[in-house]
């Protein structure tokens, strides 16, 4: 299940999602919400050393961890 404004509401910070990796399309765990952008994104953070990625995501780029 993807995450979509339209069928998800907003996340929270601490919640745990898979990100769509950019150069090979497949999902990867490991993260959580750091925090919701106004621009309707998120900043991730990943759970292994707690480092905040330098990017904000949109939101068909991540799903609820399974």
Same mark, same amino acid.
């Given at each position: 299940? *993807?995450?979509?404004? =339209?069928?998800?509401?907003?996340?929270?910070?601490?919640?745990?999602?898979?990100?769509?990796?950019?150069?090979?399309?497949?999902?990867?765990?490991?993260?959580?919400?750091? =925090?919701?952008?106004?621009?309707?994104?998120?900043?991730?953070?990943?759970?292994? *050393?707690?480092?905040?990625?330098? =990017?904000?995501?949109?939101?068909?780029?991540?799903?609820? =961890?399974?």
């Amino acid at each position: 299940m *993807d995450v979509t404004s =339209a069928a998800f509401p907003a996340l929270a910070p601490g919640t745990p999602v898979e990100v769509c990796n950019r150069f090979s399309r497949t999902w990867t765990r490991g993260f959580e919400v750091a =925090a919701a952008t106004t621009r309707g994104g998120y900043r991730l953070v990943r759970v292994s *050393d707690r480092y905040e990625l330098p =990017a904000e995501f949109r939101t068909d780029e991540i799903r609820l =961890a399974s």
